[in-house]
């Protein structure tokens, strides 16, 4: 298991069986590959055994990967990281899916710099399931607000919800995070037509996070290996 090809395959591998477990169908769960801190060749090397769509946590860097790789236009780039509201513009000139939106402010930036040229940016509310202080995401009972004003921007479109459970919860607590997230989806859907993606679960949780229904888990360390130069 060395080479990025390798563990690529290794990670459908894991996902085609947790889908077996969970009875869903593969065809239903989007890898995300996210290259944070991952050079050009790292990605290009995912990208010729197959991978589609990456996802980058840092808007400078993730704004020059995606013009260095400007002949790949047929990648689909997400942003997953905190987004700042001095970033919005870069965000929104490049990517075509942001995660990590949590407040109207970035919402309504997001919207207002989306070019008309370019397809609606694909928006994901970002809940911050385990209330924890220090990480970015609304309150679940946040989310329906939210909602309402995304879905009325005309250059944003809303996809669904994203989460990153609590680092230090263990499997149990992580799968119940995961339960609620499941239920707070399921709650989206009923009101609006086009939510379809629920992004959560990384390298050491995909299993469980397909179980509760993800339908985009965001894998780095099981594609790439692990990022010792990683930032803060
Ligand atoms: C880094 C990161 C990931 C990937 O984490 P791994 O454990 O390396 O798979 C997923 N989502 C977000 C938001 C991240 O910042």
């Known amino acids: ?102 407040r109207a402010k970035i919402a309504r930036r997001l919207n207002d710099q989306r070019q008309h040229a370019q397809p609606p940016l694909n928006v994901l509310i970002q809940v911050n399931i385990d209330q924890e202080d220090t990480k970015a995401g609304v309150l679940p009972a946040d989310i329906a607000e939210l909602a309402g004003l995304i879905s009325s921007l005309p250059g944003l479109r809303l996809r669904g919800l994203m989460a990153i459970p609590a680092a230090a919860a263990d499997a149990v607590a992580r799968a119940a995070s995961y339960a609620r997230m499941q239920g707070l989806y399921s709650g989206l859907q009923a009101q609006y037509d086009q939510i379809d993606t629920l992004s959560m679960g990384m390298s050491d949780d995909l299993a469980t996070a397909i179980k509760y229904g993800a339908t985009t888990v965001r894998i780095g360390t099981a594609i790439f290996g692990s990022r010792p130069s990683d930032k803060k």
């Open 1 to 102: 298991m060395n080479t990025i090809a390798e563990r690529l395959k290794e990670v459908r591998n894991q996902i085609i069986l947790a889908c077996e477990a969970a009875q869903r169908s593969p065809a239903d769960v989007r890898l995300l590959a996210v290259s944070k801190t991952r050079s050009i060749e790292e990605i290009l090397q995912a990208r010729q055994a197959g991978q589609m769509e990456f996802g980058e946590n840092y808007v400078q860097e993730g704004v020059s990967k995606i013009a260095q790789l400007e002949e790949h236009s047929e990648i689909t780039w997400h942003f997953i990281g905190p987004v700042q509201s001095n970033k919005t513009r870069d965000i929104a000139g490049s990517f075509g899916w942001v995660h990590s939106v949590d």
